[in-house]
């Protein structure tokens, strides 16, 4: 009789214990979907505004340049090999994606949800690649221009030509430290989101572990 009173407790002890490994389940599920969001420091936000806004500032520098650069190859049509990087118009589609990324991350700042988190780390991917392909671009240029400097011996107007080439050497070099400067913000950015989702994942995986 004891030995089936025992066999009866058993299966009590058993069924008292199965609430608290089902109330566990719904604090995993909660951790992977809104830990990620509401994790972001107060630091981080500031900073991620910060970068956004240098972004902004360097695409519309880059893009008034551009727009200047292009009405001085009208002007200066006859010295159009000082001009190369506006036949590329990376002058004009380039910063569109620099501010548009730093809007973004200035938004993600100001009120971080899931979208525009991936949206911010999905586009500062693309203005990285973006800003590699410039920088190619303007040292293309600026190579060129070395060369065209040797041409202004045989123009007719010498002075002007070296002139015009000065001016557009200078006016590339401006973009190319600005386009330096996207490409580096847009990989930390990067870079900060990869490693703040690292983390997240880790706590998430622990969380587990913990309730059991």
Known sequence: MASQG????EPGIASTGSPPARQAEPEVINNSVYQPIDGLQNHLKEKLQALGAVQILSGAIILVLGVFLGSLR?????FSLFFFIFYTAYPLWGPIFFIVSGSLSVATGRKPT????????GMNIASATVALVGFVFLSVNLAVNKQSFKNCESSQSQDLCIYVGIFSNGLMSVMLILTLLELCISISVSAMWCVKSSRNSTEVISTPSNSV
């Open 6 to 9: 025992v066999g009866n407790e």
């Open 114 to 121: 899931r979208a525009l988190v991936q949206n911010t780390f």
């Open 74 to 78: 009208n002007i200066f049509h006859f």
